[in-house]
């Protein structure tokens, strides 16, 4: 009498389990025979969960997996807690600075030193803090508190070199008026003080083209450093 193997039957519907021939709704997470499932509005979704998809869809509910963008009052809360974060740094080490720093005043005039010791600091400071986090994270506190998070524009992770690169955008403008402090005494005043004035409006120019590229972009709400880096700002808890 010749031993037959039992022949395996397949795998049942919503199972908990992968395996080969399975695929996962991306809705209900259960596992599927490949047949089972199809393709829809870019998710693979059983019979069940593409009436729960649908479902979702008309009550404005976004897909599993959506990139959504965070509301712009949200935005501007997280970046403020990042500020609010980085000013007292700031403030304590301009004064260790001052506090223990000797400049040599005979080769540069003080106000040039003032600006120089006042601003660098606030660029090397915001540079670290954005660039540590958002490279190793993908967040920063602010974004961490508000639940947001910085990817490239199909949703991976930005890498550390674009992490950088768009943290010191933002400082890159103070690093134009921290600059100032390195003229040369030989520099008249007034072409001093004209130069000055020139960084500083650069700087608030911007501040405010870069929150207006953010504020009228509707789709991806991308300001003018995302634009740049090709990141994005997405919401983690749509």
């Not at 509005?41 to 008309?58: F, P, Y």
């Not at 990139?67 to 500020?83: A, Y």
């Not at 007292?88 to 120089?116: E, N, Q, S």
Request: with cysteine; proline share 5%; charged share 15%.
């Amino acid at each position: 009498m010749t031993d037959q193997l039992p022949l395996s039957s397949p795998p049942p519907s919503g199972s908990v389990q992968s395996g080969p021939g399975m695929g996962q709704c991306s809705v209900t997470k259960k596992w599927f025979p490949e047949d089972e499932v199809v393709i829809f509005q870019g998710q693979v979704v059983s019979a069940e969960g593409k009436q729960i998809l649908l479902d979702r869809l008309r009550t404005g509910a976004h897909a599993p997996g959506a990139l959504v963008r965070p509301g712009v009052f949200r935005r501007f809360v997280c970046i403020s807690i990042d500020w609010l974060i980085i000013l007292p740094v700031w403030f304590l080490l301009v004064a260790a600075v001052f506090g223990w720093v000797i400049i040599p005043l005979h080769l540069l005039r003080v106000d040039y030193v003032v600006i120089l010791l006042v601003y660098s600091p606030l660029a090397i400071v915001s540079l670290l803090y954005f660039s540590i986090l958002h490279g190793g994270m993908g967040k920063s506190i602010g974004k961490m508190l508000g639940h947001l998070r910085v990817v490239n524009l199909d949703g991976s992770r930005a890498s550390w070199k674009t992490s950088f690169l768009r943290s010191a955008l933002y400082p890159g403008t103070i690093v134009i008026i921290a600059a100032c402090g390195l003229l040369p005494g030989s520099v008249g005043e007034s072409s001093y003080q004209l130069m000055l004035q020139l960084a500083s409006a650069a700087f608030m120019a911007w501040v405010l083209a870069d929150a207006l590229a953010a504020l009228f972009d509707t789709r991806m709400q991308r300001s003018l450093h995302d634009r740049i880096c090709g990141t994005r700002v997405i919401s983690e808890n749509a």
